[in-house]
């Protein structure tokens, strides 16, 4: 976090750690628009808010029911896009990557992009490493997955 940020206040972190008194603080703020950039955990996902345009997932969850839960908070509000980023560990066999066709990307073209996805329906996991692994479509993992 760059300091300048964080002394400007536009960066802030929420958790259940933090007291209820910070926490209604900082929503506020971040409603507001005051606070730009949330570092948070779950706790403020809980909290309605169609302000998010973007969410970063840092690490992955361990399913993608997760992922997809956190995804969604993004572009809640009435016209907005939003794009979820899932920042992957290196063993995931990529660092970063997008969900394709989010934030005016355009919908998969499926004559084009021909994946075979092949999921095992049975993992704890319900393909997550497929789904961060893929050089093709995401929305046609999600597909296969749901």
């Keep these: 976090m760059s300091d300048s940020f964080r002394e400007a206040g536009i960066i802030r972190p929420y958790s259940a750690a933090y007291s209820p008194g910070h926490r209604a603080e900082v929503m506020a703020l971040f409603k507001a628009g005051i606070v730009r950039i949330l570092v948070c ?56 990557g997008l969900l394709r066709g989010a934030y005016g990307g355009g919908p998969c073209d499926d004559n084009i992009l021909k994946v ?3 999921l095992d329906h049975s993992s704890p996991d319900e393909g997550l490493y497929t789904l961060v692994q893929t050089g093709g479509c995401r929305r046609r993992v999600l597909t296969a997955v749901y």
Excluded at 60 to 79: I, N, Y
Excluded at 81 to 94: E, L, M
């Design 41 to 96: 955990t779950d706790a403020a996902g809980m909290v309605r808010n169609a302000n998010v345009d973007i969410v970063v997932q840092w690490k992955l969850p361990a399913s993608v029911s997760t992922f997809v839960q956190r995804a969604g908070r993004a572009g809640r509000g009435e016209g907005r896009s939003g794009i979820a980023v899932p920042k992957a560990n290196k063993q995931y066999g990529i660092e970063h």
């Design 116 to 118: 075979d996805v092949r």
